[in-house]
């Protein structure tokens, strides 16, 4: 199984002492279980302390959390959002329809519910509740359009395989007589009566929305939420001008805003009796009483909901968001199409365009890190010969694992060397130029659990290629002479569902280190790694972050410690040299950066299909693989390259 060890490490979650109380004669290993489930949640809160910020009671959550793990019961969690895309598409959207932020928005939530599988076996599943019928009447939203956004969201599930996430309309939570089976018609037709049942069935005729707002901070939180992006989404609906004052369209967006806290009572209490065991999370700020507050999109401004912006990517790979508008303005972004609709922006270069004369290429972000490349003109548009190697390599170095599908003659050893050249100077070990990477038992060829069918430390390669070097003193030492890329072709399909490799970019690990574990703080560090494998090695002085060759970008230089307990083969032990010199301890640093290398935010899981290609930053990024049936038919061919 994964070799996560306390994941909690890398959040700045911290349980008051009233909790400990609460939860005292509890199963310590349950309660530990459930304690790192809910650290993996505040990964994903929607902004610093957002989650028990203010109220520090953890016990209502954890209880929840605790009684399934007891039970050995998946996490079942429920999620109001994703109701249609903003009404106004000329500065805020790019469309009606789902685009590039919804597709990274549900591989974000889909992340979520993995990590937590990754430690607890029954796993978590997540149920969107769209509030679309719920509100688009009130912001000039077409039924229709709320139907097809819907549609296109499982569409999309579907297409990339987030197995964790399902969809709920409105009218699987209020009592109409409609058909089981519901096409865009029988909903069209039946949206007003599922509003009105609604109100019907779960308004309270008590409810004060004005004493809410004044008394409840909840409910004032997402008021002024709902009053924020109503001024904007209402701007084309109800422009302002002749007969409509700024004024008078101010007084209109707050009565607008009213009206959907109105509704979003009854929803909220409809939701609560459909899902009365589900655990509550939401989009909007809150005080972290009765619902977990989260963000939608691995992004580090404001705009958190996909349908309330757009996304844009920088050449590395990190995403930000706004509103088209700003990247429209910017010179620096272009707009990318997706089946002949805008779906995203992305950094301009010339990195992204070759083979032109042969229809070029497509370009697809990878989440949460990395690029897709295909032939434009299709399965096998291109071949291995049309890589341009030059361009790839320089991609790699920025934003890693590059991977290269539906190309031709992929598989052609002769060719895979050729191109490697072509990449740079191949490096060879002593088993020779190209590695054949598949499960061979027992025999490991001197290169530990590489050629075996379970799971490996995340490391970078070449660690342990060394060569020895003499002091000024005449003393010999030890010295890492790793590569600087990867190349793999793929001879085989991974099984489904297991034999990933899994990369993890510097840039994000970087990105998410908790507030105590800066980047300054790490560079100072040193390390020791030894093994009875690769001769016995033993590795002094080794720095833990470096200066990327190229980019000049700090990147980390670690091995996973892998004891006994993980392996059949040799186990690797790993040491801060000089933590304790810097007022922290080998073994928090370790478990810190271990937690984060397997982190979903962080770590790309590649599912190999048969022909691929893909080039990793052996400097930039450090890679695992996830253990699958040994015996299996998986075969991956790797070539280093200077």
């Not at 953890?58 to 109001?80: D, R």
């Not at 598409?89 to 919804?102: H, I, S, W």
Request: with cysteine; proline share 5%; hydrophobic share 35%.
């Amino acid at each position: 199984m994964p070799s996560i060890l306390k994941l909690d490490t890398a959040d700045d979650l911290a349980f008051p002492k009233t909790l400990t109380e609460k939860l005292e004669n509890l199963e310590p290993a349950h309660l530990e279980t459930s304690s790192r489930i809910l650290s993996i949640l505040s990964r994903y809160k929607l902004a610093k302390n957002a989650i028990l910020a203010k109220t520090h009671d953890a016990a209502n959550f954890l209880t929840q959390i605790y009684s399934k793990v007891t039970a050995g019961e998946t996490i079942f969690m429920c999620l109001p959002a994703f109701p249609f895309k903003s009404p106004n598409t000329t500065t805020k959207v790019l469309g009606r329809l789902p685009d590039k932020a919804e597709e990274f928005a549900l591989a974000h939530l889909n992340g979520l519910c993995a990590a937590i599988g990754n430690i607890y076996k029954p796993g978590a599943r997540l149920m969107i509740v769209s509030d679309g019928l719920v509100y688009n009447d009130l912001l000039g939203v077409a039924d229709r359009d709320v139907w097809a956004y819907g549609e296109a969201l499982r569409a999309l599930r579907a297409t990339k395989d987030f197995q964790h996430i399902e969809f709920c309309r409105l009218r699987d939570i209020v009592q109409v007589d409609v058909p089981n089976e519901l096409d865009e018609i029988r909903y069209v037709a039946n949206a007003t009566n599922f509003r009105h049942a609604l109100l019907k069935q779960f308004s309270r005729p008590d409810y004060d929305v004005s004493l809410r707002i004044s008394e409840d901070e909840d409910t004032c939180l997402t008021y002024r939420g709902y009053i924020k992006f109503l001024e904007n989404d209402l701007q084309n609906v109800y422009p302002i001008g002749e007969g409509r004052s700024k004024s008078k369209y101010k007084r209109g967006v707050e009565y607008i805003a009213r009206q959907m806290l109105i509704r979003g009572d009854a929803f909220a209490r409809a939701v609560r009796e459909r899902f009365p065991d589900q655990l509550r999370l939401s989009i909007h700020a809150s005080t972290g009483e009765n619902k977990l507050s989260i963000n939608l999109l691995p992004t580090d401004t404001m705009f958190t909901t996909p349908w309330h912006c757009s996304i844009a990517f920088r050449l590395d790979g990190t995403t930000v968001t706004g509103h088209r508008s700003e990247f429209d303005a910017d010179d620096t972004f272009e707009l990318v199409y997706e089946d002949d609709r805008p779906s995203y922006f992305r950094e301009k270069s010339n990195l992204l365009s070759w083979a032109d004369e042969k229809g070029g290429i497509i370009c697809e972000p990878l989440y949460p890190a990395g690029l897709l490349i295909r032939p434009a003109a299709g399965q096998k548009g291109l071949s291995v010969r049309d890589v341009d190697a030059i361009k790839v390599r320089e991609l790699a170095q920025i934003n890693s694992p590059i991977v290269l599908r539906n190309f031709s003659q992929t598989r052609n050893r002769d060719l895979f060397v050729d191109k490697a050249k072509e990449f740079g100077m191949p490096m060879p070990w002593n088993f020779g130029l190209v590695l054949e990477v598949k499960d061979r038992g027992v025999d490991t060829r001197g290169l530990n659990n590489v050629l075996s069918a379970e799971w490996m430390p995340f490391h970078y390669d070449g660690l342990f290629k060394t060569e020895k070097r003499v002091r000024e003193d005449g003393n010999e030492y030890l010295v890492s002479t790793p590569p600087r890329f990867q190349f793999f072709t793929a001879v085989t399909e991974s099984p489904k569902n297991t034999g990933y490799t899994l990369f993890s970019s510097s840039t994000l690990v970087f990105k998410y280190l908790p507030t105590h574990l800066p980047l300054s703080s790490l560079r100072p560090l040193t390390w020791t790694v030894s093994t009875s494998s690769f001769n016995s090695t033993v590795i002094r002085g080794l720095p833990l972050v470096i200066d990327h060759p190229a980019t000049n970008r700090p990147c980390l230089r670690f091995h996973e410690p892998w004891p006994q307990s993980k392996t059949r083969f040799e186990a690797t032990h790993v040491t801060i040299d000089n933590a304790a010199a810097h007022d922290t301890d080998s073994t928090s640093v370790c478990e810190a950066l271990t937690s984060l290398l397997h982190d979903r935010r962080v770590a790309y899981y590649h599912s190999w299909e048969k022909g691929d290609l893909l080039v990793s930053d052996n400097t930039l990024a450090m890679h695992t693989r996830s253990d699958f049936t040994a015996g299996c038919d998986r075969e991956l061919w790797r070539i280093h390259f200077n």
